[in-house]
């Protein structure tokens, strides 16, 4: 019985080194394996060489009626080279319960959201999405958990993390706004 155990421990170990492994070998941010909304396999690399505003988002959260900022600022800026990229996440307080088709729906209908959407992901814990291990994570020039919904990563043309707003900071305050126009500019 001993024998086995150790067979398999060893396996589940070098499980998590291959995962641990293919996530470091993604050259950069827009190799990282996403489905959008509509359950669709993606990537961020259709925005490469575009300004990226990542946000964790949620429909039942005192943040919501954030989604108007942002899709302002997507209207805005879009044709500049700006992408928000909305990642659904249940974590906190179960403020997104509901499912793909049931978020997309709310969040055309309350506030006309045309910028890209995903699926739901976790953005803390053991089951963090790679994504948000390479915005969040112990190598990330911003670490640190997700404190709530509509946590902010601002990313560059370079594909490189530029900023991180906090939750509470609004999408269209004068350092979210300033950060963008920087980005958008260099070149």
Same mark, same amino acid.
């Given at each position: 019985?001993? =024998? *086995?155990?150790?067979? *398999?421990? &060893?396996?589940?170990?070098?499980?998590?080194?291959?995962?641990? *492994?293919?996530?470091?070998?993604? $050259?950069?941010?827009? $190799?990282? =394996?996403?489905? !959008?909304? #509509?359950?669709? $396999?993606?990537?961020?690399? =259709?925005?490469?060489?575009?300004?990226?505003?990542?946000?964790?988002?949620?429909?039942? +959260?005192? !943040?919501?009626?954030?989604?108007?900022?942002?899709?302002?600022?997507?209207?805005?800026?879009?044709?500049?080279?700006?992408?928000?990229?909305?990642?659904?996440? !249940?974590? &906190?307080?179960?403020?997104? @319960?509901?499912?793909?088709?049931?978020?997309?729906? &709310? +969040? *055309?209908?309350?506030?006309?959201?045309?910028? @890209?959407?995903?699926?739901?992901?976790?953005?803390?814990?053991?089951?963090?999405?790679?994504?948000?291990?390479?915005?969040?994570? @112990?190598?990330?020039?911003? =670490?640190?958990?997700?404190?709530? !919904?509509?946590?902010?990563?601002?990313?560059?043309? $370079?594909?490189?993390?530029?900023?991180? &707003?906090? @939750?509470?900071?609004?999408? #269209?305050?004068?350092?979210?706004?300033?950060?963008?126009?920087?980005?958008?500019?260099?070149?």
């Amino acid at each position: 019985m001993v =024998p *086995t155990m150790k067979i *398999t421990f &060893f396996l589940l170990a070098a499980v998590a080194m291959m995962q641990a *492994t293919s996530l470091l070998a993604a $050259d950069s941010i827009y $190799d990282i =394996p996403l489905k !959008n909304i #509509d359950g669709q $396999d993606t990537s961020l690399k =259709p925005y490469q060489g575009k300004v990226l505003l990542i946000v964790n988002v949620a429909s039942k +959260c005192g !943040n919501t009626p954030q989604y108007k900022a942002l899709e302002a600022l997507y209207e805005k800026y879009k044709d500049q080279g700006l992408v928000i990229c909305g990642f659904p996440c !249940n974590q &906190f307080h179960a403020q997104e @319960p509901g499912t793909s088709a049931e978020i997309k729906t &709310f +969040c *055309t209908s309350k506030y006309n959201v045309t910028f @890209p959407m995903f699926e739901k992901i976790e953005v803390n814990g053991e089951n963090r999405h790679p994504l948000y291990v390479l915005l969040a994570g @112990p190598s990330s020039p911003f =670490p640190g958990n997700i404190k709530w !919904n509509f946590g902010k990563f601002l990313v560059g043309r $370079d594909g490189k993390i530029v900023s991180r &707003f906090e @939750p509470k900071v609004k999408p #269209d305050s004068p350092e979210v706004v300033q950060a963008i126009e920087a980005a958008l500019a260099a070149k």
